[in-house]
Every structure is written in structure tokens, then in C-alpha cells.
């Protein structure tokens, strides 16, 4: 990708497992640098691609290489969509639209960023972790799954953060429970926390109602269903919780006004 | 490309005069804004904005759009700025676009149609009027009009008489019979018919065993509807004298094609711009790519010329 | 799997006990010998025949098939053997059977149809009568008695006249109204309704510029259409109290269960059998597996359970 | 395939380009020996296929091998089903529902075969001609196409025929013109010929006139647009000469009923 949001055709430069299902993915686009913010988005496809599936997939950035000249997503193998893109090899062409989307707010200076994410969601927080840890904050990441299988390897996870502290469902790694119980812990133990999330919904619901209550500002970065994902079809929209003067405005389209929202602007 | 191959893509339209065919279609490139970064609006023969509809509308609870096999399903509600809201936000940039901007309109009455008619046509600049009397998101107004001869035609002649530019109607192929409702439509006044907009369709999350969409049903679009909408072309071809703007499922030359050679005067592109922003660039391309080797000169020469 | 896990997929569809909810869609299975080799017909709840006619038919002229994206049309025209050919040469193997044989028909006029009902109900072992006021690719019959509400109401009340067997109306979703129909058909007699039969729906060939079709416009089915048929289920569902036999693009267990949930108390499989001889025994033992896994030990807990 | 035509799972056992687009795919199915007779044909697809390319798509068996146990297909990509089919690879798995149809009928001991191929029609006459070579038969192969890159290697022609005779369109190898030229000189030189065909149906048209003015029966295995394969949709259907006692008979189900016809029966 090039400073500016394109729809160019790259190739696989990598592709690996690396967790249960879920798969590491390097595109390199040719003459072009790839630029998208921790927190952006694009929409990918392989090209050689039939009427089935149909539309795009919207898949976060979790990595950009500029010396290689590469970016990598991180994604789990749910669907047809997902399924087709985990059949492509090394060389094969890919369309990729991008960068999507809204990037994260920057931390504060004196502020201490808690990065917490869930399954799917772990992607975009590892883009912005790195990236926090390049300009010389030191985040806190806190990830849950299911279970143990189901975690991304340290090795994903520690460049995004030196404090990695896990969660599962079923108590296979790390904490029993889920990710809140962390991210109390993290709110009592820091001054000024500032909390950066991306997962599940119920998920995103818990950590947006912890922050408030706590009075601690949240983050939030979005996962609806898309069509276009540069804001034309209006299919992504969430409810905004401020009654803005328009009912035009009841919804927001998460693909450009979002992804990432202040957790206090959304009916959750 | 030497001179003498230059294919003349141009055509008038319901007295638009067209770059070339390929028209942006209502509700899939929004007020154009967003589109510009990865499509030059000025390459396509015309955009189509998004309904705009006389008050502001929030649109339906999501989800909104659900993915089927060589399509999709929406339920979008007609979420817009309204009309004042569309000529104080939008319209400015619209204006200054080098292609024809055709302003797509509903209303829950036949006379608010009207009101919002002559609120276009003063703007200056607009070059016609699309009526979608076919939207089958919404509880009051569009389809509720498009499936009854009687009531299109009372819209059409509405608008009609509120406007000196060109009227489209839009139709919707949820009927028994669309060439009644062009018959109609046409007699109302409307210049030209755009056909189709989108069939009533359903999907159910069987984990959850509720409908996927928060409208329950929702509008198929894509590929998978492109037989449909040919057959629909077919039809109304041989049944109104007006020129036909195609749609429904075009992505590729090919597909533009066939609705060209059946018998349309212009096509629109629709959910072929969400998987691949530029495909309407890319068919004004690929169309004169193919009448230079079927060495045709002009547009004129392909549309409706399918033998029998 | 222990007894207790057991699932009863048996049901009692319109007065006919069908083992399993799915059966095999008028068309797509012949008259059932040539797809024996593949598919057990025992596995499955029940066979639709092709249709029949009165008299002998030829069909349409090739091509009668072309694939379009997720779906294919098909202008067959009903070539069959005819009542009198079909009871000699058909129906031997067919009351063989251990499956329920439900005969489709259709006939050029009201009173043909009430004729061949008293002959199907004299051969005795029929399950049940479906009649086809929907097919598209004929030029008498078919969808023209299908696309109105008195003459459906005709044609069903005539077969109903003739017969006690179970009486089964198959609609068309080329109306506007699929529920007006529903009800009259319901009103005249009908035991059940099975929705839907194809979408009219048409390809070009762009090098030839020709129908491809050799009857220009065919039916379109498959995957495709499964969101309409979905969505004029739930609409049928809401309007009338026989039991639905639903059906359009079921592919695959998922496919079948969004049906049932919807509201179909039976599902067809159609084209899918084109594609895998075996989807419907496949999509019988999908079911069983997603009963078990969700708890649910009678079908009938699962028919209609969309919640809202 | 085993003995019955059944619907099982294959593998890709090889799969290379071996003219001009044409490719020879070699599938074997664990447990089955391969069984198709000449004229023969499978209902091919990829086994991971979505809903675009739908049907699966007819072709002819070219070879079969009941050592190695694998059979093989010859095919020119022509379109979305062909190309699916060009990306598989070795080991990817392939649903085969076959062997389906009805086979070539046989040689009069004293008659000699003259098998005349064009295009995506030489396949099932490769099979043919190594069929009746196996025999003791020496049959004459007449191959046509539009020019000599989409001509199938001499590796692949020359085990159904020791007299293989080349024409091209465009007269970049063998005779200048069409294949019934070549036909024409060997009605002219055989005593008792046979003529078994296949390929484009203006070829094969050309054919059947042919050899009807010169009195000699020819066998055509006719391609027409398949939806099942088996006989249930009635959708493959050509027109019949002889008109039958019922309507019903006037077109028949070139997959059950076919693919090989008397010339004679059809109407061209
Ligand atoms: C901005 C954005 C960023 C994303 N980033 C990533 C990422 O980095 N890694 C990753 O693995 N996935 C990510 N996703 C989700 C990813 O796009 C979907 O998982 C993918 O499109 C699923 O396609 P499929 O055909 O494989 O599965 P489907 O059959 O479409 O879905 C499988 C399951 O996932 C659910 N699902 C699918 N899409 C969504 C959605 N958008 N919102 C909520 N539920 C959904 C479905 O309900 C279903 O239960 C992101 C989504 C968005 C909107
Ligand atoms: C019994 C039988 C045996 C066959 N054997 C072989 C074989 O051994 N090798 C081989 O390469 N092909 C063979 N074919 C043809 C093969 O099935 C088609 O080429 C293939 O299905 C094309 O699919 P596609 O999606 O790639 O192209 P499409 O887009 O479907 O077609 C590409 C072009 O081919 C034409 N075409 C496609 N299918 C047919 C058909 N059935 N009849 C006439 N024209 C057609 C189309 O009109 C179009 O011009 C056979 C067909 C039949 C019926
Ligand atoms: C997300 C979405 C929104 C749409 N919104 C509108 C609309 O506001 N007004 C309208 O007339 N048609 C609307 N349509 C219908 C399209 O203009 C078009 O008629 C239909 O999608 C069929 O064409 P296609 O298959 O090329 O998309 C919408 C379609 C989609 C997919
Ligand atoms: C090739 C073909 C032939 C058909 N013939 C008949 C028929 O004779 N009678 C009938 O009632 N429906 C017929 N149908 C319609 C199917 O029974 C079914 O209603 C329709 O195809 C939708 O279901 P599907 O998408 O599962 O195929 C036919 C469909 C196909 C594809
Ligand atoms: S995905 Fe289309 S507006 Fe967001
Ligand atoms: S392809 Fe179905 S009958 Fe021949």
C-alpha cells in the first residue's frame, strides 16, 4: 500500500499456521510501501476469485514490515471466506483494498495503554503495540480464547508487549476466566490507564462497561459484517449512544467513521 | 489505438448525453464522496446518488447485509441525509463532478414526490430524476408504489409534472408482471425505465434460528440475480418504446453486454463496486475493447441487437 | 449413538407419513430408476416425479440448459412420457418403492387436470398429487394458472374433486403476492403447499449475440434462489396453516435446516442432485446429526422455530 | 471407478500441460479400478468447490491404467469449469461420479476403424483407438485443429494408431484444411472402413454427411451441455432423426441415451 488508500493486487509473500486454525499471512505489493496505522483495515480477496465467495473480507493489519516491504493480517479459519484465503500459496495474487478505517488515537503522554483483545480481535492490538513500543511506551497486553490452542504463539505476541498476561475460557493457559478479571486487575494497578480493545462483543460490551464505571477511557475498534468497507453501502452501521440532531445519524458506518470508537459513543 | 479504431461510446440517453453506458447505481456509491479515491468519477458515464427521501432516515436496526451464494442480501432502510440535508452536505460536491449526476428520489406519499421534484430540478445542474418506486426496505412508500400499476403511475406523473428534466423510473421485478408497470410508468411520462432493483430475500442463522438480518428480509443483489433481471430486460424491451437503463448483477464487460445486446441503452453497476470499486471504470474499458474487435462503431450499433 | 440420542426425523406431512422431511424435487429425479445407483431411494422421505402431461410432450429445443453464477436455467418444457406412457413404463419400478411416490402433474386445461387425478388415484399406492401451476417454460398451463389467484383456485379445486389422496399445490415465485395465491389455493382444497418453483430468468450469448436458451427465457435454480424461496416461505408461513413443503437452491443440511426452521415442514432437493447424486441421503443424515447436537428429539421441535 | 458407475472421492495423481491449454489430468480413486470402456465419460469438479462453478462438467476418459490403477482425462481450458479445474494439484482431492454413458460400439471383425478427432473430441478416440490396438485392430486416427500448438504430442496419439494422419486450419502441420479431407482419401483407400468421431459439431456434421453419401456407418459421440450426467434432468438433449410413435421420443438424452449415436439417428 502506498501513503494513500488504493485498490492494488499483491502476492503472497508468506503464509503459515501458527495457531489452532488461525494463520499468518505477508502480502508484498510491488512498488509500493505499505503504510496503513495500527488499527486499519483492508478489504482482501484472492484474485482469481469465482462469484463465491462473493464479497471481500475485512481483515486488520497486524503487521507492517516497510525494509521487507510487506504487511501481514492475522486471521481465524471460520467461514467460506476465510477458508478461501487459507488455500492460497506463496506467489499467488491477492486484491487488497487499503489502508480502511480509522486508526487509534495516540496514548496521552503521561497514560499508560492496556491493550485488551479476544480472539479475532488480538490482530489490530498487536499493529498498535508494536507500534506504542517504537515511540518508547511500554503497554500492557492482556488476551483471552478459549482455550490454550487457541492463543497466538509468544513470539506474535511479545514485540506487540513486554506485560503479555493471558486469559482462557476453560483454564488451559494462563488465567481461568475471562479477560475482564485482567483488565480489573490492570485498572486498581495503574495511575493512568488508558484501554485499547478488539474482540468478541460481549466481550467489548464487558470492557466498555468496566472502563466507565472505572472512568477510565476506552477505545474501542469494531468488527461488523461488510460490504464495501470504504462507506458507500451503509451495511456496516452500529447505534450511536448520543442522540445526535439527525436521524441520519442514529447509525454510524463503522468501516469509515470507525473502526475505533470512544467505547462511550456506541450502544453496546 | 489508432484513430480510425476509435470506438464512439457515447449515446443520449432519455436526452442525457452520456460519456459512455456505465452508470453508478443508486445505494452502491453513495453521494460519490467516498468512491472518488478509487474510481474517477469523471471515467463513467454517470452516478446515480444513494435515495434521498424528503425528511432524514436513520434506516433499519442492523445487521444490514448478509453475504449468499454469488450475492447479497440488504437491508439498509434507506439511511440518508434527506433532502435538505443532500443539498446543503452533498450536492456541492455532486456539482462539480465531470459526469452526469442523476439524483435518485423516494417519498411515503405521491405528493411529496413532487415537492421534492421541484426542489431538484431547481438546484440547477441535476441531470435527471431517478424514482425509486422499487426500494423493499422500507414499511411505507417505494415497492408499496412500484408493485401497483395505478399507484406508479400516479408517482411518475407527478414528478413529471414538477420537472422538465428526465424522469426515470425504477422498477422493481417483485411483480407478476413488469411490463404492466412500464406500460404505466411509461404512459405517466417517465422517459426512460432503470430495471431491476433488488428481490425480497431472506437468510437464517440456524445456530441462533433467527433471520440474520434486523429486517428480517432484505434486497438479493449480485451475480446471482443477473439472469432474472435479463429475462425482465427482455420483456419490457419488446413492450415500452422508452430507452432501458440495465441492471442487476453486472461485475464484468460480459455481463454489460448482455444487457446491452438485449436491448438496454445504458447499464448500471451496483454490488459489483463493493468487491471491486473500479469495475465500472473497468467495463467502459473492456466495452470498447470489444467493439473494436467486433468492429463496432458505435454503441448504437449493439444495443437491441440480439437476434432471435 | 445410544438409543437415547436417537432422533426421530419421521413426520406426517398433509396426511402422508414421510420416514425423513426430504424429498426429491419434481424434475430433478426423473421417475426415479436413473438415479437408484447413486442415491438409495429408501433413504429418502419421498420422490417427486417429473411432471406429467396428458399427452406425450417433446419439450423445447437444446440448448435447454447454461449455467449462471451459484445456479443454472433450465427450458426443458416438460418433455415426458404422458399420462397413459407414464403408467406403463414409469410406474412399475416407481411402486416398487420404499419411499412415498408423490405425482406431479400439470395439464393445458382445468378440467385435464381433474381427469388425470381420477387416473393417478386408481393406480393406487400414490402418496399424493402435486400440482405444477408454476412451470415457466411452457406456453399453455403451468405458470399462467399459477400467477392468478382464481385460476389456481380452479385447477386445485378439480383435483381435489377427484381424489381423497393428499393434494399438493407447487407455486410459482414470479407474482407479486405469493401469500394471495397461497390462500386461495389453501381455500380451494390444497393439503399443502410447496413453495418455490424456478425464477424466470434468461442468458446471452455476447460472441453469437443470441438467447442462449433455445426457448429464450428458462428457470432459474440453485443456490442462487435459496434467499427468495426463504423469503416467500416466511411470508407463506405467516398467511396460511397446511404444512409448507419448501425448496429452491437446498444444497446442503445448513440449506435445508434454514427451511425448516422457517417453517417448512418438508424440503426438496432439487438441482443439488445434478451436482451430488447423493445430497439428499447426505442432507437426511446431516439433520439427524444437528438435532442431536442441538438437543432436539422430534422434528416437529425444529419446524417453524425461528424466533423473531 | 469400480464396475458400477458410482459418485467417490479421487485423488490428483498427475496433471501437466500437454499442448496449447489442453491438460492431462491422471486421478485414481483408492479401492476402485478404473473401468470406463471407450466413449465412456466422468461428472468431474474439484471436491472444494463453492457454488461458482456449480455444475460439475463432462469429459470423456482418455486413458485408463489398470496397473497403476488411475484413469485420465484430456482437457482444453476453454472456461470457469475447465480453468477450477487447471488450478488443482497433485494429491488435491476430486469428486468423480462415473464412468457414465454408453460406450462405442464394437469393430466388425473385418472392418477397419477410422477414428476422425477434432479438438476437445480426440480424447475418447485416444481411448478408442488403444482400446482396439489391445485388440488386434490397427485402426486410421485423423486428427484436426485449428493449429499445430493445439495439437495434441505425438506421445499422446501415437498408442491409439500406428497411421496417424495431422490436418490444421491454418496448414502449420500436417494437411492444410479439414479432417474430412483426410477422411475422404481413406473412405477412398479402405474396403470396409468404420468411422467412429468426434469433436466440434460442425465437424462431426460434416462427417456424418460424409460418410452417409458413401454408405459407411459412423458412430458420433455427441457434446452437448450437461446439468446431471445421469439421465434425470433432460437437459443434454438432441433432436432424432427417425420420428418415434410419441413426442416424447423426438429428443433424446445424449448422457444416457448417448453419447455415441449412429450417425444416421441424428439430426445435424
Ligand atoms: C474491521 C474488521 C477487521 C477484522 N479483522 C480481522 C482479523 O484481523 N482477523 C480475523 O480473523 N478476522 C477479522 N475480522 C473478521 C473477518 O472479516 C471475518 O471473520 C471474515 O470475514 C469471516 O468470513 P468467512 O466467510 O470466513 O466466515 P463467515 O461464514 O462469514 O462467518 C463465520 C462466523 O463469523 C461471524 N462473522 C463473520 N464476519 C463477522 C463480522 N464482521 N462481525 C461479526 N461476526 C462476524 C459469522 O456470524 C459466523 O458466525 C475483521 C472484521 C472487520 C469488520
Ligand atoms: C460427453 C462429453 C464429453 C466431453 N469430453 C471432453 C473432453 O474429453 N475434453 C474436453 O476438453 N472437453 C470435453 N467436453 C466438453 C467440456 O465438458 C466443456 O468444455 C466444459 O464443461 C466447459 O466448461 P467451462 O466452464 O470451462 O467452459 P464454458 O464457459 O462452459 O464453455 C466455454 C465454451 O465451450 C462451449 N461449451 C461448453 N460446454 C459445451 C458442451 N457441452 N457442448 C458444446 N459446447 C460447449 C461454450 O459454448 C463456450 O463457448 C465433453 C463434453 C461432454 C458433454
Ligand atoms: C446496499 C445496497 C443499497 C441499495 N440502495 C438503493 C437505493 O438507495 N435506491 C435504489 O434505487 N436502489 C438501491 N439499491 C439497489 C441497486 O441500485 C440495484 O438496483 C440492485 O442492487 C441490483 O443491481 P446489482 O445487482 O448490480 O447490485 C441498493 C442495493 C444495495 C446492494
Ligand atoms: C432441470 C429442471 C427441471 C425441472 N422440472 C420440473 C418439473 O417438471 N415440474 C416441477 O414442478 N418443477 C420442475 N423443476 C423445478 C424444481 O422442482 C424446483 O422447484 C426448482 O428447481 C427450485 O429448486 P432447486 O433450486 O432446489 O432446484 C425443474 C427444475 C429443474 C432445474
Ligand atoms: S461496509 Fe459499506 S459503508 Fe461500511
Ligand atoms: S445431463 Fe441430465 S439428462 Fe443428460
Known sequence: MEETTKDLEGVVFSHEEVADGFRFLQIRIDGH????????????????????????????????????????????VVGPKTRALSDMNEGDRIDCLGPLGNPFPDVPDDARPVLVGGGIGVPPLLHLGT?????????????????????????????ASEHVRLATD????????????????ALKEEDKPVVYTCGPHPMMAAVASATESADV????????????????????????????NSPYDQFTRVCVDGPVYDATEIVW | MSDAQQVDLSTRVAGIDLANPVLLASGTCGYGEELEPFLRLAEVGGIITKTITPEPRSGNRPPRIVETPSGMLNAIGLQNPGLEGFVEHKWPFLSTLETK???????????????????????????GIEVNISCPNIREGGVLFGCNPRASADVISTVRRHTKLPVIAKLTPNVTDITEIARSVVDAGADAVSLINTL????????????????????????????????MLWKVRQAVDVPLLGLGGISSTQDALEFLITGASAIQVGTATFVK????????????????????????????????
Not at chain 1, 477511557?217 to 445526535?244: D, H, K
Open chain 1, 170 to 185: 476453560d483454564g488451559s493457559l494462563g488465567h481461568h476466566g475471562f479477560v475482564t478479571d485482567l483488565l480489573a486487575q
Open chain 2, 277 to 308: 470499486p473500479g469495475a465500472a471504470a473497468d467495463i467502459v474499458a473492456g466495452l470498447g475493447d470489444y467493439c473494436r474487435k467486433a468492429g463496432i462503431a458505435r454503441l448504437d450499433d449493439l444495443v437491441g441487437s440480439l437476434k432471435s
Open chain 1, 131 to 159: 507500534h506504542l513500543r517504537s515511540t518508547g511506551m511500554d503497554p500492557i497486553l492482556i488476551v483471552g480464547a478459549r482455550t490454550a490452542g487457541k492463543h497466538l504463539p509468544l513470539e506474535l505476541l511479545s514485540p
Open chain 1, 33 to 76: 510501501l505499505p503504510c496503513a496505522r495500527p488499527g486499519q483495515f483492508v478489504q482482501i480477496r484472492p484474485s482469481r476469485t469465482t462469484t463465491t465467495p462473493f464479497l471481500r473480507m475485512p481483515l486488520s493489519v497486524s503487521h507492517v514490515d516497510r525494509v521487507g516491504s510487506t504487511f501481514g493480517v492475522l486471521y481465524d
Open chain 1, 217 to 244: 477511557r476506552c477505545y474501542s475498534s469494531l468488527e461488523e459484517y461488510m460490504a464495501c468497507g470504504f462507506g458507500v453501502c451503509v451495511g456496516c452501521v452500529v447505534e450511536r449512544r448520543t442522540q445526535a
Open chain 2, 200 to 231: 425480497v430475500g431472506m437468510a437464517v442463522d440456524i445456530e441462533a434460528r433467527r433471520p440474520i438480518l434486523g429486517n428480517v428480509t432484505g434486497g438479493l443483489s449480485g451475480p446471482a440475480i443477473k439472469p432474472v433481471a435479463l429475462a
Open chain 2, 101 to 127: 449526476v442523476i439524483v435518485n428520489i423516494a417519498a411515503p406519499t405521491v405528493e411529496q414526490h413532487g415537492e421534492m421534484t421541484a426542489r431538484i430540478d431547481a438546484l440547477g445542474g441535476v441531470a
